[in-house]
């Protein structure tokens, strides 16, 4: 057996760290600048899948253990509202992503905050802010089909919902944002301001 075809047999029967920071496939490589924050805050699994997962309050690691690596792109959690302008900034900085799963326990609202800016628009001090160019949230909106599961956390009902998930083709791996874009979301290091 090649090299490769090993490396590839290992990638198909085994489970990722729990604390992985690098991609599964190093051919499908993401930016080293992706996703933006915190790098133990992601597992970050196969560049190339079309699936983001959000457990929210829910620890990430056992959901991430349970998820075959090759159905998703990145698990990371959502802690307070002010969390979604990171998240929307690498969603949008990563044009692979097209499913947004949430699940696990909202134990802050941020889920339920996520979903009006995904299904309505609207987003309280979120921090995401319209520039006379481009809307960010309506970017965002039409960018990513949401999953609710929230209040969902058996981790073998969620490996369902995601592997029942169909891969989207798109181009272009992660990288950096449109300059507008760039503008319109907060920083990713930078402390949260509201929008005025």
Same mark, same amino acid.
């Given at each position: 057996?090649?090299?490769?075809?090993? #490396?590839?047999?290992?990638?198909?029967?085994?489970?990722?760290?729990?604390?992985?920071?690098?991609?599964?496939?190093?051919?499908?490589?993401?930016?080293?600048?992706?996703?933006?924050?915190?790098?133990?805050?992601?597992?970050?699994?196969?560049?190339?899948?079309?699936?983001?997962?959000?457990?929210?309050?829910?620890?990430?690691?056992?959901?991430?253990?349970?998820?075959? +690596?090759?159905?998703?792109? *990145?698990?990371?959690?959502?802690?307070?509202?002010?969390?979604?302008?990171?998240?929307?900034?690498? @969603?949008?900085?990563? +044009?692979? #992503?097209?499913?947004?799963?949430?699940?696990?326990?909202?134990?802050?609202?941020?889920?339920?905050?996520?979903?009006?800016?995904?299904?309505?628009?609207?987003?309280?001090?979120?921090?995401?802010?319209?520039?006379?160019?481009?809307? @960010?949230?309506?970017?965002?909106?039409?960018? *990513?089909?949401?999953?609710?599961?929230?209040?969902?956390?058996? *981790?073998?009902?969620?490996?369902?919902?995601?592997?029942?998930?169909?891969?989207?083709?798109? @181009?272009?791996?992660?990288?950096?944002?449109? +300059?507008?874009?760039?503008?319109?979301?907060?920083?990713?290091?930078?402390?949260?301001?509201?929008?005025?």
């Amino acid at each position: 057996m090649t090299a490769a075809r090993g #490396l590839l047999h290992s990638a198909l029967h085994s489970r990722i760290p729990a604390r992985s920071t690098r991609p599964l496939m190093g051919s499908l490589a993401a930016d080293d600048d992706w996703p933006f924050g915190c790098p133990d805050s992601f597992t970050l699994a196969n560049c190339a899948s079309s699936t983001a997962v959000c457990t929210l309050w829910t620890p990430r690691t056992e959901l991430a253990r349970a998820l075959h +690596p090759l159905s998703y792109s *990145v698990v990371g959690n959502l802690y307070t509202r002010e969390g979604i302008g990171l998240l929307v900034r690498n @969603v949008l900085a990563n +044009p692979r #992503l097209r499913h947004l799963v949430l699940c696990g326990t909202d134990g802050s609202g941020a889920g339920l905050e996520l979903v009006l800016l995904i299904k309505e628009g609207v987003t309280a001090d979120s921090g995401l802010e319209t520039t006379p160019a481009i809307d @960010v949230r309506e970017t965002f909106r039409h960018r *990513v089909e949401l999953h609710d599961y929230r209040g969902e956390c058996d *981790v073998h009902r969620l490996r369902q919902i995601v592997d029942g998930l169909r891969s989207v083709s798109t @181009v272009g791996p992660p990288g950096r944002l449109h +300059p507008e874009l760039e503008e319109a979301l907060p920083r990713p290091n930078a402390p949260f301001q509201a929008a005025a």
